[in-house]
């Protein structure tokens, strides 16, 4: 299991139509939708499974880790 979800989560919310904007505030990201223009932040030192799956769910991913 890894000890990072960055990658995993970026990849998959990438997959469904996100893609990277601007930075945000400390070690976070902001990525859009490019069709609707709905935001998520995605931290960069992302640890924890169960932010990652909210991460996942907001982004209308059926993919849970």
């Known amino acids: 299991m890894p000890n ?3 990658r995993t989560v970026t990849k998959t919310i990438s997959e469904v139509g ?3 904007w601007k930075p945000a505030k400390g070690s976070h990201e902001k990525w859009r ?3 609707t223009g709905k935001l998520l932040i995605v931290p ?3 640890k924890s499974r169960h932010t990652a ?3 996942l769910k907001s982004a209308g991913s059926q993919k849970r880790l």
Request: glycine letters at 0%; charged letters at 15%; aromatic letters at 26%.
């Open 4 to 6: 990072d979800f960055y």
């Open 18 to 20: 996100y893609a990277y």
């Open 33 to 35: 939708h490019q069709t």
């Open 44 to 46: 960069r030192n992302l």
């Open 53 to 55: 799956n909210n991460i």
